[in-house]
C-alpha cells in the first residue's frame, strides 16, 4: 500500500466554522507533513512531524492548528480562517532517520474553500 | 540553504516529440534530486529521483532525468511527448547534509503537449 488518503476531497466553510481536514497511511513512515498549495504555484510546507511530535512549524496562524495521533494518523484542525486560506491542502509522508534518500508521498489533496 | 531553479513556467511541445523540462539546483553538499508531476486538482506523483550512481536515472511513464553535476541540473527528459504529459511538473531537492529535512520544491513548469 503506497497510498496517502485525505478526506475530504473537498469542504467549504464559513470563517466562524471549525472543521477538521484528515489524512492516513499505512506505509510505515514516521515523518508526515502538511503542505499549502495555491493555484499554479509548489507547495509550501507548513508543518512536518517525526515520530510524532511536531519538528517543524513554518510560521502557520494559529487558526491552522495540527495533531499527529499515532504514527498512521495526521490532522489538521480549521477554526476562524480567511478567505485567503482557500487553497489546495496536501498531506505527504517518508521514511525518516538514515534513509534519507526517500521521497515523499503525497494524498491527493483537499480543496479548500472559505467563504 | 538549498534552493531550486525551473526556469520555464511553461513549455509547449507537440505529441511525438521529444520533450525537457530544466531544473537547477544550489545546495552546499551533494544533493537528492526528485521530480513529480502534478495533473489538475490531484496530489504530487513521483516520477524519478536520482541519488548516487548512474547519472541517467530513468523513472515512470518513460520519463528519464540527468543528472549533470558541474552545470548544477537535473533535466526531465521524454523522447516522446504523450498529449497525457500534459500536466504541472515540479524539482525538488534535499542536501545530504542539511539532515532530515524537507524536500524543497521548485515553481513548477507547465507541460502543454498538442495533438
Known amino acids: 500500500d503506497t497510498e496517502v488518503t485525505q478526506t475530504p476531497k473537498h469542504l467549504v466553510m464559513g470563517m466562524t466554522n471549525k472543521k477538521s481536514l484528515k489524512c492516513e497511511q499505512h506505509?510505515?513512515?514516521?515523518?508526515m507533513y502538511w503542505y499549502k498549495q495555491k493555484a499554479k504555484k509548489p507547495p509550501e510546507l507548513m508543518f512536518v512531524?517525526?515520530?510524532?511530535?511536531?519538528?517543524i512549524n513554518e510560521s502557520v496562524p494559529s487558526r491552522f492548528s495540527p495533531e499527529c495521533p499515532n504514527s498512521s494518523l495526521l490532522n489538521l484542525h480549521l477554526h476562524a480562517l480567511q478567505p485567503e486560506d482557500s487553497a489546495l491542502y496536501l498531506c505527504?509522508?517518508?521514511?525518516?532517520?538514515?534513509?534519507?534518500?526517500?521521497?515523499?508521498?503525497f494524498g491527493q489533496g483537499t480543496r479548500l474553500t472559505v467563504v | 540553504a538549498q534552493s531550486v531553479a525551473q526556469p520555464e513556467d511553461q513549455v509547449n511541445v507537440a505529441e511525438g516529440n521529444p520533450l525537457t523540462v530544466k531544473c537547477t539546483y544550489s545546495?552546499?553538499?551533494?544533493?537528492?534530486l526528485f521530480w513529480y508531476v502534478q495533473y489538475p486538482n490531484r496530489g504530487l506523483q513521483f516520477l524519478l529521483k536520482?541519488?548516487?550512481?548512474?547519472?541517467l536515472v530513468k523513472g515512470s511513464y518513460g520519463f528519464e532525468a540527468e543528472f549533470n553535476k558541474s552545470q548544477t541540473s537535473f533535466h526531465l527528459k521524454k523522447p516522446s511527448a504523450l498529449v497525457s504529459d500534459s500536466a504541472l511538473y515540479f524539482c525538488?531537492?534535499?542536501?545530504?547534509?542539511?539532515?532530515?529535512?524537507?524536500?524543497?520544491f521548485g515553481k513548477g513548469t507547465r507541460l502543454s503537449v498538442i495533438a
Open positions: 505527504a509522508s517518508s521514511q525518516v532517520g538514515g534513509d534519507m534518500n526517500t521521497e515523499a508521498f
Open positions: 512531524y517525526s515520530y510524532e511530535k511536531l519538528s
Open positions: 545546495v552546499s553538499g551533494n544533493p537528492y
Open positions: 506505509m510505515g513512515h514516521r515523518a
Open positions: 536520482y541519488i548516487t550512481g548512474d547519472n
Open positions: 525538488a531537492v534535499r542536501d545530504v547534509n542539511s539532515g532530515n529535512t524537507p524536500l524543497v
